[in-house]
């Protein structure tokens, strides 16, 4: 009896062990070093379809913990710092070091950066008239 309370109560940690954590990456990259309560390697780096980010060592990160007492971790997205002043309600704002693109929800873009298209450095008309784009 004794014993299979124990395996019962055991088995319910399991089951229970999923958990969300913050933690600092150590390691950065596609596959991040994190630590949370002891540094875990390898972690895999997971973002929205589309978007691909790799943290940067001394990030704080989101740590998912799942499987069997949380041995399966990833990691799900940075600490949002120094968001602009002017970003607004669905408004998307990406940045890497001094590079950056702000689309606003009314249509606006703004572009800071040196900006190439196709691999090309973008330079723009110096002509006097503007051809209307149809």
């Known amino acids: 009896m004794w014993i299979g309370q124990k395996i019962a109560d055991g088995t319910r940690i399991r089951e229970d062990s999923t958990a969300v954590d913050l ?3 150590t390691i950065g ?12 390697r390898n972690v895999p ?4 379809k589309g978007y691909f980010w790799q943290p940067e060592a001394g ?3 989101l740590v998912i913990k799942g499987g069997v007492a949380g041995a399966e971790r990833c990691v799900a997205g940075a600490e949002q710092k120094e968001a602009p002043e002017d970003l607004a309600p669905g408004d ?3 940045r890497a ?10 249509g606006r ?4 950066g040196t900006l190439y298209i196709n691999g090309s450095l973008y330079k723009p008309c110096t002509c ?7």
Not at 97 to 106: C, F, N, R, Y
């Open 59 to 61: 990030d704080r990160v």
């Open 92 to 94: 998307v704002y990406l």
């Open 109 to 112: 873009i703004d572009i800071t």
């Open 23 to 25: 933690g600092v990456t």
């Open 97 to 106: 070091g001094e590079a950056s693109i702000h689309l606003q929800s009314g």
């Open 128 to 134: 006097e008239t503007l051809v209307p784009a149809e």
């Open 29 to 40: 990259g596609e596959s991040a070093a994190v630590e949370t309560r002891g540094e875990d």
């Open 45 to 48: 780096v997971y973002g929205p």
